[in-house]
């Protein structure tokens, strides 16, 4: 049993001195996982099914994606000319509230179913608020001059 004993010593004392003193390591590298970044191509299907699989929201239905593909032609037509009048009439208000050095000019304005206000605030600030007419909704905002 001593002798058995002995033999175990010296042999854990021999894997001990023989086992190296420094250690191995290797630098890390970055692999990226999504083909987009440089990963591996296979990886894209993956990803794609993890992410459907995740998607709580539906995809959007053909009235609501493609509205103005479902227009008509004249329908197209009235919506642009609508565009451009709103268009117009957002220049000729501009026109109207800055001065001729460029600065924004105080007041009311009117146009169809707005109002804008320009007025100061403090600090070189002014406020310009649009209010719709017809329902009251108004928003704010304040620029410097």
Same mark, same amino acid.
């Given at each position: 049993? %001593?002798?058995?004993?002995?033999? @175990?010593?010296? %042999? *854990?004392?021999? &894997? ?6 420094? =250690?191995?390591?290797? *630098? ?9 970044? =440089?990963? #591996? ?6 990803? @794609?099914?993890? &992410? #459907? ?27 642009? %000319?609508?565009?451009? !009048? ?8 501009? #026109?109207? !509230?800055? *001065?001729?050095?460029?600065? %924004?000019?105080? =007041? $009311? ?8 206000? !320009?007025?100061?605030?403090?600090? =070189? ?9 017809? $329902?009251?909704? +108004? +928003? ?6």
């Amino acid at each position: 049993m %001593l002798d058995l004993r002995i033999y @175990l010593v010296r %042999l *854990g004392a021999v &894997a001990l001195l023989s086992m190296n003193a420094t =250690g191995q390591a290797t *630098g890390l590298v970055y692999q990226p996982v999504d083909p987009s970044f =440089g990963g #591996n191509p296979a990886n894209g299907q993956v990803l @794609l099914d993890l &992410a #459907n699989a995740q998607n709580k929201y539906p995809a959007p239905s053909a009235t609501t994606a493609g509205a103005t593909s479902m227009q008509t032609p004249l329908e197209q037509f009235n919506s642009e %000319l609508q565009q451009a !009048i709103l268009s117009r009439v957002a220049s000729s208000a501009t #026109n109207s !509230i800055i *001065g001729a050095n460029g600065q %924004l000019v105080p =007041g $009311t304005i009117q146009t169809g179913n707005f109002s804008i206000t !320009i007025s100061p605030v403090s600090n =070189g600030l002014l406020q310009v608020s649009t209010t719709d007419t017809s $329902t009251g909704a +108004t +928003t704010t905002f304040q620029v410097s001059q």
